[in-house]
């Protein structure tokens, strides 16, 4: 900011003549040189005779002499300053034995290693810990595709998604339909899904299509069928390379709907749903623990991805616990089955969050589901999982559920 005096000078002029200022925006021109007012620094450009001018120095040359003499009165002080004598104490004198010895500044925590051990502390990697919990993604760390350094945000994000996503309880708000007949319409898919030979992703998709919608809105019994076979379409389209047409769904409908239903009840569940068809289902979620199930060879990863399926086909599982904790107790009752000691890890509680008390419940119901598949009449996951290809896992058998996952 421009001195009072130095405003004086440039409204007045040098002969006391009013002089229109240089430096103001309606001149056009910008004075840059105000910058260079800063302090004392400028006093010499305010002086306005020589006078003036003897004047600043000799109160200039006053303040420096008042500064010399403090200092010197400084330096004096400091020089007749007692000086602190140490003095070795006697060996024989024992008055000096209770002084404590100074620890060595080496022996002090620098604030980097303060640091560190926090990290270290909060990753989960202090002693006991480091050694249990196993880094799952150290074999794909040149593989781009699996976004190692992204991996633990983008599964944190879909746990909070999840909360929001959550399927709540519809059944009773829907007249005309049950849970039984919700069980009934996700076999027959899981059986449209094998025949058009589908990625596991969307046939997950599919059921959560279905039971946000029915959580949405009133559908009739008639129309039930045709909201699977249309959330089907719709995860094809989402999931797939090559999706099936809409004929292939009219044919294997039995023609029970023509293709201009399947087109409107498409367009029905996006508009109802917001076209909101990213979402964590538990698939995304069993991909992961699958690979912190170690060690996990083909064997365990069918039996986890079987028990699942007969998960999302009980109305009470899917609405009771969220996707993440469907798919950890999946891995966690395949372990229980195949004996695959010990039945939850350090690795395992790192990365699914869950502990083994809280997944025992759900990991019960399932490998009650698991032993009943073969007695009961929704057969088609239980099929599916029946051949060679998939491990036969369905027809494994394990010991007593009262004791299995103790």
Known sequence: MASRAQLLHQQRGIEGEMVKPTNVVGNGRNNR????????????????????????????????????K???SLKLHQKTKPEVIVISPDENDKSFSSVPKKTPRRSSKTFSATLTARSKAASGTKKGVKDTVIDIDAADADNELAAVEYVDDIYMFYKMAEVEGKVRDYIGSQPELNTKMRSILIDWLVEVHRKFELMPETLHLTINLIDRFLSAKVVPRRELQLLGISSMLVASKYEEIW??????FVLISDNAYVREQILAMEKSILG????????????????????????????????????????????????SYLPSMLAASAVFAARCIIDGKPFWTETLKHHTGYSEDELTECAKTLMKLHASASESKLR????????????????L?????SVSCS
């Open 33 to 68: 040189k105000v910058l260079g007012d800063i302090g004392n620094l400028v006093v010499d450009r305010v002086v306005q005779n020589g006078k003036d001018l003897q004047k600043h120095k000799t109160e200039a040359a006053k303040e420096f002499v008042g500064v010399t």
């Open 70 to 72: 403090a200092v010197a």
């Open 243 to 248: 999706a099936p047409e809409v004929n292939d």
């Open 272 to 319: 109802q749903l917001e076209w909101y068809i990213t979402v964590p289902t538990p698939y995304v979620f069993l991909a992961r623990y699958v690979k912190a199930s170690v060690p996990c060879d083909e064997v365990m990863e069918n039996m986890v991805f079987y028990l699942a399926e007969l998960g999302l086909m009980q109305y009470p599982l899917v609405v």
């Open 380 to 395: 088609a996951a239980y099929k599916k999982y029946s051949v060679p290809e998939n491990g036969a896992v369905s027809l």
């Open 397 to 401: 058998v394990h010991k007593d559920l």
